[in-house]
C-alpha cells in the first residue's frame, strides 16, 4: 500500500470517527460512601471511615467513536455532607474519563470507565467557615455503568464507582477498593 493510499485510508476512518459521536451535556446526583485512608512511612497504618455526601453534578461527554470509547470531563459538583456542610468544586478533578461500551444498538447498554485526574479546588464550608484549597495531586478511579437511550438525543444512566487512589502533595496516600460513590443522571445531546 503506497502512503497516498494509506494516507486516504486514514482520513477515511477519521472522518467515519468524528461524523458519528455527538458532544454531550449532562448532569446528574451524586453520593459519595466512604474513603480509606493509607500512609507509609516506617509502619502502614490503615483506617476507613465514612465520609458521606450527597450532591448534583454537570458533565461534557463526547462520543462514542466507532460505537465504543466515550470521553467524559466533569464541569461542576456540589457536595453536601451529611456530618454538616458544603463543598462547591468548579472543574473538579481536571482530567479525562474514559467509558467503554459495547458497539450495539441496544437500548440499555452497560459500561465500564476508568479515568485519572489532577488537583482540584475547592471551596468548602463547615460551620460558616469558608475554606478554599487544592485536593490529590493524582486521582485515579473506575468503576461500571449502565444506561438507557430514552430518545436519540436524551441517555438516562445509573453508575457506581469501585476503584480509588489519591496521591496527596505531601506524598500521603488514600486507596479504596470496593463501592465509593454511586450516581444516577442523564446526558442530552447537543446541536443538530
Given at each position: 500500500m503506497?502512503?497516498?493510499?494509506t494516507?486516504g485510508?486514514?482520513?477515511?476512518?477519521?472522518g467515519v470517527?468524528?461524523?458519528q459521536?455527538?458532544?454531550?451535556?449532562?448532569?446528574?446526583?451524586?453520593?459519595?460512601?466512604?474513603?480509606?485512608w493509607s500512609?507509609?512511612?516506617d509502619?502502614t497504618?490503615?483506617?476507613?471511615?465514612?465520609?458521606t455526601?450527597?450532591?448534583?453534578?454537570?458533565?461534557?461527554s463526547?462520543?462514542?467513536?466507532?460505537g465504543v470509547l466515550?470521553?467524559?470531563?466533569d464541569?461542576?459538583?456540589?457536595?453536601?455532607?451529611?456530618?454538616?456542610g458544603?463543598?462547591?468544586?468548579l472543574?473538579?478533578m481536571?482530567?479525562?474519563d474514559?467509558?467503554?461500551?459495547?458497539?450495539?444498538?441496544?437500548?440499555v447498554?452497560p459500561y465500564v470507565?476508568?479515568?485519572?485526574?489532577?488537583?482540584a479546588?475547592?471551596?468548602?464550608s463547615?460551620s460558616?467557615?469558608?475554606?478554599?484549597?487544592h485536593?490529590?495531586?493524582t486521582?485515579?478511579?473506575?468503576?461500571?455503568?449502565?444506561?438507557y437511550?430514552l430518545?436519540?438525543?436524551?441517555?438516562l444512566?445509573?453508575?457506581?464507582q469501585?476503584?480509588a487512589r489519591?496521591?496527596?502533595?505531601?506524598g500521603a496516600?488514600?486507596?479504596?477498593?470496593?463501592l465509593?460513590?454511586?450516581?444516577?443522571?442523564?446526558?442530552f445531546?447537543?446541536g443538530?
Open positions: 503506497t502512503a497516498v493510499r494516507a485510508v486514514c482520513l477515511v476512518l477519521a470517527a468524528l461524523a459521536p455527538t458532544f454531550r451535556i449532562g448532569t446528574k446526583l451524586t453520593t459519595h460512601l466512604g474513603d480509606a500512609s507509609s512511612g509502619t497504618v490503615r483506617e476507613v471511615y465514612e465520609k455526601s450527597v450532591g448534583p453534578a454537570v458533565e461534557a463526547y462520543g462514542p467513536v466507532f466515550t470521553g467524559r470531563l464541569l461542576a459538583q456540589v457536595d453536601i455532607f451529611t456530618s454538616g458544603a463543598a462547591f468544586r472543574f473538579p481536571l482530567g479525562l474514559l467509558m467503554a461500551e459495547p458497539p450495539t444498538q441496544w437500548r447498554k470507565w476508568v479515568g485519572v485526574r489532577t488537583t479546588y475547592t471551596q468548602q463547615f460558616g467557615v469558608y475554606e478554599f484549597y485536593d490529590s495531586e486521582h485515579w478511579r473506575g468503576g461500571l455503568g449502565v444506561k437511550r430518545t436519540s438525543r436524551i441517555d444512566f445509573a453508575e457506581t469501585w476503584y489519591d496521591t496527596y502533595w505531601g496516600m488514600t486507596e479504596v477498593i470496593g465509593v460513590n454511586a450516581g444516577i443522571g442523564a446526558r445531546a447537543l443538530k
